[in-house]
């Protein structure tokens, strides 16, 4: 029963990392639980897995904010990795704090940028505390543990507070409550397709034509053998300018004849086609649920 | 020859502040220029240019590393602007630092995190040079203005440079040449159309069902009447999560007879439909061409 060596992007406390722990040890099934790898780029997370130094490793590939993670799709294509399983976290922002420092202490709040503006309110209405940019939000947690850090707090995870034992002072941070980030697990071996579990593929290619009507027609081929799409994407192709790349997630197996047959069909009206993973439909999950199985006693 | 108030998220200096000059004072047409705005967040842009305090707003909508702002999308659909013009600005990184700090003396880099992450290979390659997060790329370039920054550089736009007086030590730091940002125009009024000017529009709706298949029917309303999609993509609405969001630009105007019928037509299937605009198609811009224009010079 050894551990699953899991690589993601950032420093320990991470949302990858906290994802990548739902996603390893999910439903307690899986007894050896997950060793996370921190890597410093994204990169590094798909050429640890592809080499295998990583047995899996985690990328978020889009948010209900910012979109998706065009980036991550651009190294799918790159590596020969697979995609096995995806999660969507709700991003919940806590502020915290070392022992001893109270909201009334606070003078300054370190965060990313991006994590800093989803807080506006926050600072709006605390005009006394003062914003400080950090690279990421479980890198701006893990200072607070250093000397000189009264009267400084940091936003990122509950996860994160738990992880390096913060104080959290304050929770559900930001502005806007639907934050979501939707998370893939990737391997080197595709997914093993088991029947009754609800199975989604996502691909990725370019029409073979820029005739008005063609994407028309390459929908045709999911719509008339009923398949549901679950996500549809364009982008300028960033290697050729004038042409696009689109993006498709679909309800089913490769396995299911129907699909199989689409996909078939598919490559009649496309280029550059490519299935990036088949895999089980993923859930929603927030931090709460994780911490009663204290993953991190499990940390080594 | 009034000046054209426009308003933009950032300090001075900021890409978006480039967009704005690019697509205001575009092929030196418009005499008066452009008079630029500072906002905090992208919502303070949408209010200035609602309640008229700017005549325009410029807002980026999507990168091609990082995708779709849907943040801004969502503060489309909330606030009563349209979109009159688009442009593609290429995000050329330029490393800066204030007169007597060369290349040799530099220790520190500051910049947005993401900024710094696209730069990742200049880092690796120059061991020596620590990366420190900012809260903006703009800011970083600043900051150098201050005392204590001998051995501090920052990366930031070309045209942040010139405007804070900077010494430009290197072009092109980017990992990745294809980064480009799209950039939307926003005003109180729609776009005066006009005979000749290719146009597209962008609109954005829910299906009315969410059966297979509707989105092949939805897209029937253009392919039957040869109308070109430009951009496709799906979302899950915020608002409403096992619903889907949809935004689409297409080529052509909202006057030409075969395009109205679409939109009516469109109509009937979808709900939430909402046209964000209709406008002149945007062209790529890097800094160079807008350089010798002298538009510091313009600036009060």
Redesign the interface.
């Known amino acids: 029963m050894g551990m699953t060596r899991v690589a993601f992007q950032g420093v320990h406390g991470a949302y990858s990392e906290l994802a990548a722990r739902f996603l390893i040890d999910k439903g307690g099934k899986t007894a050896g639980g997950a060793h996370t790898i921190p890597c ?2 994204f990169d590094e997370v798909f050429r640890s897995v592809e080499r295998g130094s990583a047995q899996r490793g985690v990328i978020p590939i ?10 991550n799709y ?1 190294l799918l294509l790159k590596h020969g990795v697979h995609i096995t399983g995806e999660l969507h976290l709700r991003v919940e922002h806590v502020l915290m704090a070392g022992p001893g420092t109270s909201m009334k202490s606070l003078h300054t709040v370190r965060s ?2 991006q994590a ?2 989803q807080c ?1 309110r926050f600072f709006e209405t605390h005009p006394g505390i003062r ?1 400080e ?4 939000t479980a890198g701006a947690a893990l200072s607070l543990r250093g000397a000189g850090t009264a009267g400084v707090g940091a936003i990122a995870s509950a996860y994160a507070a738990e992880l390096y034992g913060l104080t959290v002072l304050r929770r559900n941070l930001e502005n ?1 409550p ?1 934050n ?1 980030t939707r998370f893939l697990l990737i391997a080197r071996s595709p997914w093993k397709l088991r029947g009754g579990t609800p199975t989604k593929c996502s691909i990725a290619f370019r029409p073979a034509s820029n005739t ?2 063609i ?3 390459i ?2 081929v ?2 008339l053998r ?4 679950l ?6 192709d ?2 050729s ?1 004038f042409e696009y790349l689109f993006y498709l997630d679909l309800a089913g197996s490769p396995r299911e004849p129907r699909v199989e047959r689409a996909l078939a069909h598919l490559q009649e009206v496309v280029t550059h086609y490519r299935l990036l993973g088949a895999y089980p439909m993923g859930s ?1 999950r927030v931090y709460g649920a994780i911490k009663k199985r204290n993953f991190r006693s499990r940390r080594k």
Do not use: V
């Not at 940019?133 to 990421?136: I, V």
């Open positions: 410093e780029s889009e948010n209900s904010l910012a979109g998706s993670i065009h980036q651009d990313h940028p800093l503006a506006s914003p940019a950090f690279f990421d806007e639907h979501f008005p009507g994407l028309f027609r929908l045709g999911f719509s009923d398949i549901d799409l996500k549809i994407e364009s982008r300028p960033p290697a300018p929603g």
